[in-house]
């Protein structure tokens, strides 16, 4: 069995390994294990550390073929000690396919990595800080296959780039040859974009190729202090101008925060719930998530700050108005998410 899985289903994973009566061979991969490698080798024969595209099939062949321990990428338990085989190079991405043709849907990830360094982030520990890119030619190709495509990246408006800033040419090169084989919707959910990025001409691409109405960015809180904190490299007054830029080319924005940040003080959650009121009145939505500490980034071992009544009261207000989903503090949920 290959398992990827999230935190919070690990302990339902290693129940079921637990309790296998199969003679088998357990292998697994993805967040979780790559950044708590050795407790999952507890329950796991080998741990794929990273990528896995050409370490999995690797791992799988000698297996039956040679030896596994020369199989750059893996972890496993030697004589009581953890083994670390060691880094292998990134993947290209334009070698494996985003998604099984057979099934011909989902979604295309066209970027993998991310210079920036948020500390709640595990996109760059585990893909690393240097930013791949899928051609534009193979994103065609499989964006022929469907009707409507949407993409995944950290950062859709840093396509072809380093990831400090944008590259117009690259994003239209990207975007022209997608445009011919389907409709598209770029820089919205799974994707979204850093408010950094958005200006006149990443937004006139958007309306020029795109089906876009709405534009998903990343803002995380209204406190500049915590913005600094967290090692987000923006600035609430640039998610302010792009939240302004949106409305000017006739797009929503959907706003991301996040409440329960570590530090956070109830006059920084003040301060983001001044930022989502003001999003709103600009005709904005918004998507709120609760801290939650993932494995393999700075902020793993931190405590979320408690969350104050006065969110819980405002942003329930706003979601019954059909203008806020997601979570603000744990157990809530909004009624549209």
Known sequence: MV????????????????????????????????????????????????????????????IHSSDPCEVKGIAYMD????????????VDLDLYPP?????????????????????????????????????????AEYAGMMRDVRFVSPNAFAYG??????????????????????????????????PEFINDETLELVKQYCHNTSLSLGAQSGSQRVLDDIGRGHTVEEVKCAVELCRDYDLTPVVD????????????????LELVEWI????????????????GTPLEDAMPSAVGKDVNRVMGRLALGGKVTGVWEPGVRSFTD
């Open 257 to 272: 925060v996040i409440f329960g940040l570590p530090g956070e003080t109830p006059a920084d959650q003040h301060e983001t």
């Open 3 to 62: 398992y990827s899985f999230a935190t919070a289903q690990a302990s339902a994973v290693f129940n079921e390994v637990r309790q296998s009566s199969t003679d088998s061979t357990y292998i697994a991969g993805g967040p979780h294990p790559s950044a708590r490698t050795l407790e999952c080798l507890e329950y796991f024969d080998y741990v794929v550390v990273g990528e896995g595209e050409e370490t999995l099939p690797e791992l799988v062949n000698s």
């Open 161 to 194: 780039s380093k990831g400090n800033r944008p590259e117009p040419n690259k994003i239209q090169a990207l975007l022209e040859a997608v445009s011919k084989k389907c409709r598209m919707f770029f820089g919205t959910f799974p994707s979204e974009v850093r």
């Open 280 to 295: 709103i009145t600009k005709g904005g939505n918004l998507h709120s998530h609760y801290f939650t500490p993932l494995p």
């Open 79 to 90: 004589g009581g000690r953890c083994v670390y085989t060691g880094a292998r190079p990134s």
């Open 99 to 139: 998604f099984s043709p057979e099934l011909l849907k989902g979604y295309i990830e066209i970027t993998r990595g991310c210079p920036h360094n948020c500390g709640y982030c595990q996109t760059p520990r585990l893909f690393g800080h240097r930013m791949r890119h899928r051609s534009p030619e193979v994103v």
